[in-house]
């Protein structure tokens, strides 16, 4: 006991010292192995009033031996007080995660929701530093969940008529947390606060592994508010739900942008994982599926758990129903977004890239279960509103996480028949659908990941296929052929031009498409005049478009069946096919083949591959040109 009574914690104890000598020997005494001896004295009510304030910041580098007196402080100390430092070192924690995110991992800084203003949550002017050692982010990731944990705790304890004014000022502190999100455990914290201070009576469903669980807020022996007024206003409740409503559409946007792909996709692969299902021949044998993946890797049923965990939250816990993140995402709104009846003194207004991410995540697991739509969403205007609006041709670089939410909703959509085009089937025209397809087919042809563009283009091909008009149909094919200005998006008009021709063969050659006169249309688009001065580069951008034009010719030179019903011969004559197209296609070949003979270098990377793909190609076309004109 004599040696406890030399101790200076104990020695310089009140009423010995005042209370702020008291916080300055703590300041320089206090080390882990003092922890234990803390935590007896913080037993003391009014000692913790007094300095819990303070002792915040002094026992957070001591994690994670010193939660349980940070927890006496979140217990015991004065609520008013004790929240408005944890939220401030909140706020300060989660500006200095950025510096321990991997290089190009930083959180979208760009105006979000229609807003001037910067994102609130990153808008902190500071500097990302140097990476620091594993200890340093594993301390921190301590910190932030911490914080996080008294405020659950300290919330609850706060009796005032308007409770949500210091609701909005934690909510705010939680922002530049979430840009952590990259982080599951993170994200889960995040979560259990909303779900804690949402007040909700709603069972927890079980996790199907421990990695999924969400912690639990531990606040046995928490004191009432010493300075209790008023109970809440009726009011406060609905403010309450608005605000933790907000929070968890940025939990959302930025967990879900946060997490890492497994192929150059998106981090939970929802349109690739459709794709897979929807055509299940396209899987390589003896090669793991993304649906696979997804089902047996526990990291990565770990993101679906937690999607379906925020997803969960939202709807259930805070009652967000599909409706209304529907109408918060109106395309054409002018004014902020808000939810009904949002708090117009809340720091901030729900994220509508959060909402369009609840929204696609639900529509993924209703396509994955084939269950019945959750709600309705028309491919126009409903889908081409939100194609205008969030893959705005202003961004530099558009989150491969946002390209694979539109295209799981326009499935979805498509899916459930909720076309809702303005024209029939006797229609030549249409132009919403031109211009919607064309938003389309502009993912297909320059969004930077492979994936994502072969998605979007099987997206296309399945929207056009849906238009009831063959006219319309027709139209949109012509004037890809002639006007686009991307090959690849060229090459894949001519795979549908086949498609169609090819089905009204099945059809008894019945529509437009079973028509001469359609190839004769398409012949100019189809097989164009190849410009002799041809560039390298030139030659190695077209290069899908001229291939698949020739195995299209080969195609119509071998079936016996479109060369009688088309009139191909006749079409090929008069259009002079061989010598603007075939003929010129060979002679360039030729002249780049003795070009590299002659010069020191190959040329661009891959010329010399493109080279011998179009000449076998060129070979094969002639072949069959040869076999149209033999008697």
Known sequence: MADGDENPLIQALPPATDYLTYL???????????????????????????????????????????EQCLQDVACRGNPREVILKVTELLKEAGYKAVSFLPDGDEPDSEPDDGSDEPDPEFDDGTEKEASTSEEDLKLLIAQL???????????????????????????????????????????????????????????????????????????????????????????????????????????????????????????LSWVERYSEKRVPSRLVPHRQSLCDLYDTDDAYRGRDALVSQILNIATGDLHLTYQSLLALIQPFSDSAPSFADFPPSAPIVPSQKGALYLLAAKAAISLRNSSSPPFSLSLIPDHAGLLAKFLSEDEDQIPNARVDAILVLGWHALSNNATCFNTGADAEVDEEFNTYLHSVTSIA???????????????????????????????????????????????????????????????????????????????????????????????????????????????????????????????????????????????????????????????????????????????????????????
């Open 145 to 267: 969940q911490t914080l996080v944990h008294m405020l659950c705790v300290l919330h609850p304890r706060i009796k005032t008529k308007f409770p949500s004014r210091f609701l909005a000022t934690s909510v705010d502190s939680m922002l530049p947390v979430l840009s952590f999100a990259l982080y599951p455990e993170i994200t889960r914290s995040a979560l259990m606060f909303i779900r804690e201070i949402s007040g909700s009576k709603r069972p927890v469903l079980p996790p199907r592994g421990t990695e999924e669980t969400l912690p639990t807020v531990k606040s046995t022996g928490a004191k009432t508010d010493p300075e209790a007024d008023e109970e809440p206003d009726p009011s406060e409740k609905e403010t309450t739900r608005q605000l933790l409503s907000t929070l968890i559409t940025y939990v959302a946007r930025l967990y879900i942008e946060a997490v890492q792909p497994p192929t150059d996709g998106s981090g």
């Open 24 to 66: 300055t020997v703590l300041e320089y005494n206090l080390t882990k192995d003092q922890l234990p001896l803390l935590h007896d004295l913080l037993q003391d009510d009014e000692l913790v009033t007094n300095i819990g304030w303070d002792l915040v910041q002094l026992l957070l580098p001591l994690l994670p031996e010193s």
């Open 445 to 631: 042809a320059t969004h930077f990941s492979q994936s994502l563009r072969s998605q979007a283009n099987e997206f296309a091909d399945a929207v056009l296929a849906s238009h009831p008009s063959e006219k319309v149909r027709l139209a949109f094919l012509k004037d890809t052929l002639k006007h686009c200005p991307y090959e690849s998006l060229k090459a894949s008009a001519v795979a549908w031009v086949k498609s169609e021709m090819l089905k009204a063969l099945e059809n008894d050659a019945k529509g437009v498409f079973g028509n001469p006169e359609t190839l004769k249309v398409l012949a100019p688009g189809l097989f164009p005049v190849v410009v002799e001065d041809l560039e390298p580069d030139e030659l190695l951008d077209s290069l899908p478009f001229f291939s698949a034009a020739l195995n299209f010719l080969y195609l119509l030179c071998e079936s016996n069946d479109l060369r009688e019903q088309l009139h191909v011969a006749k079409i090929i004559e008069e259009e002079d096919v061989h010598g603007r197209f075939v003929g010129r296609m060979g002679d360039v070949i030729g002249d780049f083949k003795d070009e590299l003979s002659k010069a020191e270098d190959a040329g661009p990377q891959g010329l010399f591959s493109a080279l011998m793909l179009l000449e076998a190609s060129v070979s094969q076309a002639e072949q069959g040109l040869q076999k149209l004109y033999s008697p």
